[in-house]
């Protein structure tokens, strides 16, 4: 039987979500039905609900789902119901040619999930579950490779952060640029993505990580999370200021963590010859960069694109609670406000404009 249960449902573009009871269907072959009970507000949320993204509609968003686990279809073996599990966009079938190249974040195979009669309105309406996932809501649908269990004592607000903005910006640093001990590495852009990237290069034993932000607030808990150098863009010269910490030579790696087309201007100053640009935080469609290939050639430049931390869901978020557990990865201090699922517009607005780290709607 479909599960009858409220959701914060995107009608309209850039209008406020409504909340609404929704029919979610039940789990097919592979499949598992969760009871949500924490999801974080992220950027991407943000993005698709004010149509930068484009998408049909009406959709439930949300995809860093924590929750437990309500019923499971035939052929799911690593978990079963009332397991405590965190719930990610990412998944895969483990056979394709991405899967058994790890890349699974380009995972080619299409899912029965991926249907969009899964979800309904009352009224018989289908609903598209946005990012593949659709969390804002009390039940979701998904794919077993999108579930990975968590300890019984795991706070879920918390464990909410980590299949999204935790391995995106952990895993930036940790799988697609494999910083090592000794490496400067600089991060633009101390959200909720950034600053995992500064516990990535923290846990990786960067000689100096240096945050670039426009906000004092964010640089200091950025500090507080790794960072031994802070510049704030709005009042130092940035590139000075990377050059004095790594002896004039400039960064082994810089991470973009933030999709401001602003942060990319004049990134190359950061960087010394042959040193990494990793491009991690996501902007709009539309926004381009450009640069002087000959310079970029002449100083061996590598720039690497960073979906998702390059993750595999299972190593890294067994990986990442390991961490969590012996007290090398702060989650806890992130989560900087809750909001009941009524009140999921102001914690969408409160990530909009920046107020926090992180905003997590709980069911
Ligand atoms: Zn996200
Ligand atoms: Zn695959």
């Known amino acids: 039987m479909p599960t009858k249960c409220k959701a914060a449902l995107s009608i309209s573009f850039k ?114 579950r946005g990012l593949r996932t659709g969390c804002f809501a009390e039940y979701a649908v998904v794919h077993k490779s999108q579930v990975v269990k968590l300890p019984d004592e795991m706070n879920l607000n918390s464990a909410s952060l980590l299949t999204c903005g935790v391995i995106t910006g952990f895993g930036s640093v940790v799988n697609t640029a494999s910083i090592k001990a000794g490496e400067h590495v600089v991060v633009v852009g101390t959200g909720g993505v950034g600053v995992h990237c500064i516990q990535g290069a923290r846990v990786s034993q960067a000689a100096t990580i240096t945050a670039v932000d426009v906000s004092d607030e964010k640089l200091e808990f950025a500090k507080r999370l790794g960072a031994t150098h802070i510049v704030n863009s ?63 050639i002449n100083a061996n430049y590598v720039i690497l694109g960073s979906k998702m931390g390059s993750s595999d869901l299972k190593v890294d978020i067994a990986n990442l609670i390991e961490l969590y557990e012996s007290g090398k990865l702060e989650l806890d201090a992130l989560v900087w406000s809750t909001f ?20 997590v709607v709980v069911m």
């Open 15 to 128: 209008e406020p979500l409504l909340i609404e009871e929704i029919l979610v269907d039940d789990p097919r072959q592979d499949e598992v039905k969760i009871n949500i009970s924490a999801c974080g507000v992220c950027h991407s949320d943000v993005l698709y609900i004010d149509g930068a993204w484009g998408g049909s509609l009406p959709s439930v968003f949300g995809h860093e789902g924590a929750g437990v686990v309500d019923t499971c279809g035939p052929g799911v073996e690593h978990i079963k119901p009332g397991d405590r599990v965190a719930v990610s966009l990412l998944k895969s079938c483990g056979r394709c040619y991405y899967c058994q190249r790890q890349l699974s974040s380009q995972c080619e195979y299409t899912f029965a999930t991926d249907e969009p009669y899964r979800l309904k309105m009352l009224d018989g309406t289908s609903v598209n």
């Open 234 to 296: 709005t009042r130092e010269g940035v590139p000075e200021a990377v050059l004095e910490v790594t002896q004039n030579r400039g960064a082994d790696a810089v991470f973009v963590a933030t999709g401001h087309p602003a942060a990319l201007d004049g990134i190359f100053k950061l960087i010394r010859p042959g040193g990494l640009l990793v491009l991690v935080g996501m902007p709009s469609y539309g926004v381009y960069f450009s640069f002087e290939t000959v310079e970029f």
């Open 340 to 359: 009941p699922l009524e009140n999921i517009n102001e914690a969408i607005e409160a990530t909009r404009t920046g107020v926090g780290m992180r905003n």
